[in-house]
């Protein structure tokens, strides 16, 4: 069983800057694709973006594109979800999630649920506001 740790959460200002870090204790994510997704109040979780077992990365969310960006360092078992310029909208609960797969399903199949993730990790709250 692979446990899952996301930190990095934070209240921030709108325009701000976030870092989202994953992990894991006693396991290597190095084998796994990661995903990360979020979810804000009363609304479906979103998928955001994904990134292989290799480094290639796949974007779920049109809407996000250049404001966020995956990425992994294999020597420090991470991934992370680099968040700029956020807006009020971007508070949620934010996840993140491993497929044994090791390569990321498509947007359209992401955006329909069949993202393939096997773990998840129990999320960390972005709160951005004024």
């Known amino acids: 069983q692979l446990q899952i740790v996301e930190s990095g959460g934070d209240l921030v200002q709108p325009g701000r800057s976030l870092r989202l870090s994953c992990t894991t204790s006693g396991a290597t994510l190095n084998h796994y694709a990661i995903g990360w997704f979020r979810q804000a109040p009363g609304k479906e979780r979103e998928a955001i973006s994904c990134?292989?077992?290799?480094?290639?990365?796949?974007n779920w969310a049109d809407s996000l594109q250049g404001r966020f960006t995956i990425s992994r360092d294999n020597a420090k078992n991470a991934v992370y979800l680099q968040m700029n310029n956020l807006k009020p909208e971007d508070t949620a609960v934010y996840f993140c999630a491993a497929d044994i797969a090791a390569t990321c399903v498509s947007a359209i199949a992401a955006r329909a649920g069949h993202h393939g993730m096997n773990y998840w990790g129990k999320g960390t709250l972005v709160t951005v506001s004024s």
């Open positions: 990134i292989s077992y290799k480094g290639d990365t796949t």
